[in-house]
């Protein structure tokens, strides 16, 4: 099984955020700098099928607002239930985005309704690799822990 699902998810998250908020100074760069969560929005979307596991998006506060900004044209300066609402379509699309890209390989998964909540640590995965992203609203760093399905 290829396991290399960095390109996707860095791809599917570039395409929407082009797309959704018109950025395209998009860059990857390594995970290891990215703010500790308690200043982040941490979004987790499960991923059952092929794969199992799940992805977390994790979204410094001000790149939030800053995006909820971008798409709503409303001037917000804090996390709220909107903002965490905006934030949770903006992930569940991107997710989606990588799974139809995967379908492609032959590989038949669907994902979760987005929870806020950090990274579950205590599970062991086979496929465990970060990314961060930086953009003009700010960075966003993904979390991607999942197993192939036995069977």
Known sequence: MNTDLYAPFLEATRSVFQLMLDLSDIEDRPSDTFPDSDETLDIAIGVIGDLTGEVIYR?????????????????????DEFVTSAIFEIANIISGNVLTTLSGNDLACDILPPVQRAGDDSKSYEIKMACCLSTSAGDVCLDIRLNPSKG
């Open 59 to 79: 979204f410094p506060v001000t790149t939030s607002v800053n995006i909820v900004n971008i798409m709503s044209g409303m001037e917000v300066d804090s996390v």
